[in-house]
């Protein structure tokens, strides 16, 4: 029969403390999504393909389908729905960009890539265009040609560089 | 009509958002993650599916045992075969019966509290198999005396030969004769491999069990109604008590046709009285649920001296799977991909679908014509090269031109064929014979060696299923559209709404496009055949027009007396209904609503007497058939129109390791009208990308008869690394029928790609490839050929 | 037979956290108990089924195995390097000690090919550990020569080279891995090249190359060559290297020695898109440009 072994986990997700209960094979994704509801954290693959589960721990992207949510103890989290900024809509550079760019069809993508370019501008305010394909490598787009998505981190990096210069 | 009311009226018509790059009104759902999908809904008291798949190719189901997992706690559903009506022999039943036809066929499902208790009571159901013979080559399959015949099914009464599912033959003058008077006769074969849609969201369905006995079912699928009308037929319950709801799909391109899959979802939440959700795993979303059919196609061609192609015969042999799903009915898009290009005076074809003990072979962006596209293009540049004649030259020299007639006997209007040509070797040169002017990298002592090649083709657009629509004029002037539009990510909500806004000159954000809010939903909306074959803009595009002009002519009627114009004479556009040739009488939407209170509140409604402002529309494309024994249309054509593409590639191959860099793809399509150029030519980029994956990586190989490569690791889409600069160029070639000119831009730009890169694979090396994908051990052994000869 | 098959479910019901090396190999005494590292692979496999069954996990993050550093003793001939096993990609990638150093070039290319998700996460002492001859960075590790320094209950802390642990990789199944050592002498020099169908998926065939020349002779004085995804696990190519050992590097001798290659490698397992004979032809080829690399990278030094 099965075990109902409990462990307990606090982590700080979204800038929230949480504390969580979880089985020891639950992983992240699964503690995301299932008692924490932040649907953002897509699932495309059977672990650690695809990448659409990609969400940020302690400021670099993991994917949250390879991390067990016992390791997760002490460490910050970020998903999409953390992501606040001061443009239209309280969008923050990246999602404006996203979303002008066309860098976007089904959108199942977008939290991730999302994510991972956020990653990648906080420690690289002006990346090339081989850096950001570097970022982004490890999240598949079947709908885009990835084309649109590599011009809307360049947009998003010139408009956040434009906000510090102010 | 004085003066200023022509330039009056000019204004209210130049208020339009055709052609305007409009930003996508899911956007803000998407980059905010607040876009719902299948995967994210959830219930209360929500069960967990899970299904147990038959090992072999082929066996007889001798015994379930149910009876140690029905007694774990938190199980509260397992069904069987039983559970469901007999299906026909062609129909994939939702679980198997007596025998399974294809490795991992559902054979026995669970629904249990947790996944884990789900799967655990998978590993407590004991199955008892007896392996059968099976056979998984289309041509071995369907010849007789090389396989016991009744392998997969009894074949259709009306075939000759075993397993054959579906056989086209088209007839037009006498092919076998003429090849004797050609100066040329040149015959190859081609084939193509099976590949993933890779969509990336899996097969997913959420039902619940609906308080009149009925079942709510949200399904990753390409319509509502497709699923509600399949479901009955599975459950054998009243299609009017099943409401099927698509939320956002993540991603589809023909994929997600699983209505099978979600009949065993809504059987056990029905069983269980609770709410079920049934979540395929990538593995399973690639071997249990239907793929690009699997090809092998031979084209033979009679030449005159001039470079005209007077005789054509293609023998086209599609893997079909265990079962038709939508197959047998989509096979018909190999006839319609062969007529639309070339014109042929000697035209013979036979096309069959067969049955074979692999997953259902099911539709995907552009089905069928895929794969005929890639034997025709491959073979006009073989012949080309062999005449000596310039590729492109060869292709305009043989291309149907506007107003002449096809094979099936379909007039050719609207076509752009030339036009496309024309657009993508301006924009890149070709080298024609030799690859002398392309700038070679000299610094790698020449591995990688360059080439360009061009191709052709032509997608038809689907017909036959009534596309119904709704809208709604609000007090404000705003409009409700209730349709069943499915977003699969290429735009149509956005399309929907600026043809809408257009039609009433307002503002996007005036319109409130009700799928948007809801998801498509059979039970709140008119019928419609879903996102399939790139229907949506042109079929729902014209039904949401035809609404809006009944919503019109309602207001125009109550507008009437009050402006002492008859209605005829009056329009609708920005808020105002107005004398079309008088524009100074006028009066506001509003104007035409009554205001009360709502009992007991202080607010004040609107609203109108009579019959509210609400206009339908339908539109139907009435399909002929193809005659059996000759193949050319009866009863009027099948496609409603075609849409012309063509596609040049410069690649990098190495001669070393026989890799191939795909560096750069100009790809040219005539969409009519762009109601949305950037969405548009999002679609033409995104379809080039996948095909350019299925033309040089991807394909699930089978051994044993089961798929070895079931994986992300080794079935490789194309990552941000591996696709080439895409340039596409729009051709507006407006099409009389369709919404503001618009034609469809979600598929036909996948068909050149892969010959384009097999071309230019030819241009740089001298090799001929006639197998996707070409694989760089496929490139070594042509190079070795080439070598050795 | 089918009852034994019974509970393949993932589901194992603690998560120890040893802190000392010793407690860390007791816990790996039981057979159901396997460390967790970066998990790149354990979970994925173990919920398909394909691990025996799993109950207890092994946290290692207590252990204090963290970390890139010189040796302490250092010679001017012989720098040494010390990488914690639980030291991340990321980690490594970043360090200065690597960084911009021809020795380690091949390294940075190796830990590179991994997109940022795995880089963060995924461990040099998993990537060993797992034996698998399709992961990237052992293959240029067990070129560098490295010494693995493992803890087991009998022998305490005690150093074993790459090879003998690729030779038998199971015979460590109960030791646990602590560090990986490698050193780098002037005039030596490091390349990996990989052969793969999409930029950034495992890998068709790969080869890895060090080179040590001869300071004045120029000749080459020391080299290791290693083939990744083409044998089970991976494997050195001892002949290759007799033979261009003390021979001056020129592309004509290498191009001769590779073109043997082919020949000697033997059990050569197909992928599924790259038959045996395909990956016996672009052997030579791979292996090759991972030595005139490492030439090109040691003469400019």
Known sequence: MLNETRIKVRFILNGESRNIECMAADTLFDTLRDSLGTMSVKQGCDFGGCGVCSVLLDGRPVYSCLMPTWKVEGSKIETLEGLKGKELMNLDAIQQAFATNFAQQCGYCTPAMILNAKALLERNPNPSVDQIKDALSGVLCRCTGYMPIVEAVMQAAMMRRKKTQV | ?789 | ?301
């Open chain 3, 1 to 301: 037979m089918r009852d034994l098959e019974l509970n393949m479910v993932f589901d194992p019901s603690e998560v120890l956290r040893p802190s000392s090396f010793q407690d860390a190999v007791e816990t790996l005494d039981s057979s159901d108990s396997k460390i967790v590292a970066g998990n790149t692979s354990l979970y994925s496999l173990a919920r398909k089924g394909r691990l025996e069954n799993i109950k207890k996990l092994v946290d290692i993050s207590k252990l204090g195995i963290s970390y890139i550093k010189e040796a302490e003793s250092q010679t001017s001939e012989e720098k040494k390097i010390l990488v914690g096993a639980g030291t991340t990609f990321q980690e490594i990638t970043s360090s200065s000690l690597i960084n911009g150093r021809p020795e380690y070039a091949g390294l940075k290319e190796a830990l590179n090919k991994s997109p940022p998700q795995i880089r963060n996460v995924a461990t040099i002492g998993g990537s060993i550990c797992s034996a698998v001859s399709f992961y990237d960075l052992p293959i240029v590790l067990f070129a560098l020569g490295t010494t693995l320094k493992f803890f087991s209950k009998k022998e305490g802390e005690h150093l074993i080279t790459i090879d003998s642990f690729f030779q038998n990789p199971a015979l460590y199944g109960k030791s646990l891995l602590i560090e990986c050592q490698f050193s780098s002498s002037p005039n030596s020099a490091s390349s990996f090249v990989k052969l793969c169908r999409r930029m950034s998926g495992y890998a068709v065939a790969m080869t890895a190359a060090r080179i040590k020349l001869d300071r004045t002779s120029r000749e080459i004085d020391d080299i290791r060559l290693v083939i990744g995804a083409m044998t089970k696990t991976p494997q050195r190519l001892n002949q290759v290297e007799e033979e261009l050992r003390h021979k001056e590097p020129s592309i004509e001798t290498i191009t001769r020695m590779c073109e043997k290659s082919a020949d000697l490698v033997h059990d050569i397992i197909p992928s599924v898109h790259a038959s045996t004979a395909y990956k016996k032809r672009v052997l030579p080829i791979l292996l090759r440009e991972a030595i005139t690399t490492a030439v090109e990278r040691a003469t400019e030094r």
């Open chain 2, 1 to 789: 009509m004085s003066s200023t009311s022509q330039e009056q009226n000019l204004l209210f018509k130049e208020k339009t958002l055709v052609g305007v790059p409009l930003q996508k009104v899911d956007s803000i759902l998407k980059v905010t993650g607040k876009a719902l999908y299948t995967k994210d809904v959830r219930l209360p008291d929500m069960l967990h599916a899970k299904i147990k798949r038959c090992p072999y190719p082929h066996a007889r189901i001798l015994s379930i045992d149910t009876s140690k997992a029905e007694q774990i706690p938190g199980v509260r559903a397992i069904v069987t075969g039983k559970d469901f009506p007999v299906q026909q022999n062609e129909d994939t039943p939702a679980v198997a019966f007596s025998e399974a036809l294809y490795a991992n066929q559902a054979v026995v499902a669970v629904a249990a509290d947790q996944r884990r208790t789900s799967e655990l009571a998978l590993e407590m159901i004991f199955v008892e198999y007896e392996p059968l013979p099976w056979v998984t080559d289309p041509e071995i399959a369907m010849t007789p005396g090389k396989t016991p015949t009744k392998i997969v099914h009894p074949s259709e009464t009306w075939y000759e030969d075993p397993n054959v599912g579906r056989h086209i033959k088209i007839r037009k003058g006498d092919a076998s004769a003429s090849f004797k008077e050609c100066d040329r006769v040149i015959e190859e074969k081609y084939t193509t491999g099976m590949v993933s849609h890779f969509q990336l969201e899996p097969v997913t369905f959420v039902a619940q069990p609906d308080p009149d006995g009925g079942v709510s079912v949200w399904a990753t699928s390409s319509g509502p109604h497709k699923t509600q009308y399949e479901l009955s037929r599975y459950l054998g319950m009243d299609a009017d008590k099943i409401r099927a709801k698509v939320p956002f799909l993540g991603g589809w391109f023909g994929s997600k046709e699983e209505c099978h899959v979600a009949a065993i979802c809504a059987k056990l939440a029905l069983k269980a009285d609770r709410p079920v959700k049934l979540e395929l795993s990538r593995e399973e979303t690639l071997t249990a649920t239907g793929q690009r059919h699997p090809s092998v196609i031979t084209v033979k061609d009679g030449i005159n001296k001039g470079g005209k192609i007077v005789a054509r015969q293609i023998r086209a042999i599609f893997n079909g799977g265990a079962y038709s799903s939508l197959g047998n009915n989509v096979v018909i898009n190999a006839v319609l991909g062969a007529v639309s290009v070339y014109d042929i005076p000697n035209f013979h074809m036979d096309c069959y679908r067969v049955y074979t003990n692999e997953q259902p072979g099911t539709p995907m962006r552009g089905p069928i014509g895929f794969q005929i596209a890639w034997a025709i293009e491959c073979q006009m540049e073989r012949i080309a090269n062999e005449l000596g004649m310039d590729p492109v030259e060869f292709r305009l020299k043989n291309v149907l031109k506007e107003g002449s007639e096809n094979a099936i006997g379909e007039l050719m209007e609207s076509i752009s064929h030339d036009k496309v040509l024309e657009q993508v070797t301006s924009a890149m040169k070709l080298n024609g014979q030799g690859k002398s002017s392309i700038p070679q990298d000299s610094t790698q002592e020449n591995k990688w060696v360059r080439g360009r090649g061009v191709a052709l083709s032509a997608k038809w657009a689907p017909g036959g299923s009534p596309h119904q629509a709704m809208v709604r004029v609000k007090e404000s002037g705003k409009v409700e559209v209730w349709v069943d539009v499915v977003e699969n990510g290429q735009g149509i909500y956005t399309g929907i709404t600026q043809i809408v806004a257009s039609e009433f000159g307002i503002p996007s954000t005036d319109i409130l496009l009700m799928p948007l809010v809801f998801g498509s939903d059979s039970s709140m909306s008119g019928l419609s055949g879903g996102a399939s074959a790139s229907r949506q803009l042109v079929n729902l595009g014209n039904a949401v027009l035809e609404a809006s002009s009944n919503a019109k002519k309602l207001m125009a009627e109550r507008a009437s007396k009050k402006l002492g114009v008859p209605s005829h004479d009056l329009d609708v556009r920005e808020g105002r209904v107005f004398s079309k040739t008088d524009f100074r009488r006028s009066l506001k939407i509003s104007e035409l609503f009554l205001r009360a209170p709502i009992v007991g509140y202080r607010t004040v409604a609107s609203f109108t007497e009579g019959v509210e402002f609400v206009g339908y529309g339908t539109f139907y494309f009435r399909q002929g058939k193809l005659d059996p024994e000759t193949g050319m249309t009866i009863g009027g054509r099948i496609s409603p129109f075609y849409m012309s593409t063509a596609q040049i590639a410069e690649v990098s191959v190495n001669v070393e390791t026989g890799q191939v860099r795909v560096e750069k793809i100009v790809a040219a399509a005539d969409v009519g009208v762009a109601i949305n150029p950037d969405l548009a030519k999002g679609q033409i980029v995104g379809s080039v990308c996948m095909a350019m994956g299925a033309a040089t990586s991807e394909e699930l190989v089978f051994k044993d008869g089961k798929i070895i490569n079931a994986n992300l690791a080794d079935y490789e889409i194309p990552s941000i690394f591996d696709v080439p600069l895409v340039i596409p160029i729009l051709v507006e070639n407006p099409l009389q029928n369709g919404p503001f000119g618009a034609k469809s831009a979600g598929e036909p730009s996948m068909f050149p790609t892969a010959p384009a890169i097999r071309n230019a694979i030819h241009d740089a090396l001298g090799i001929w490839v006639n197998d996707l994908p070409i694989t760089s051990e496929r490139v070594l052994e042509a190079l070795q050929k080439l070598r050795e000869n």
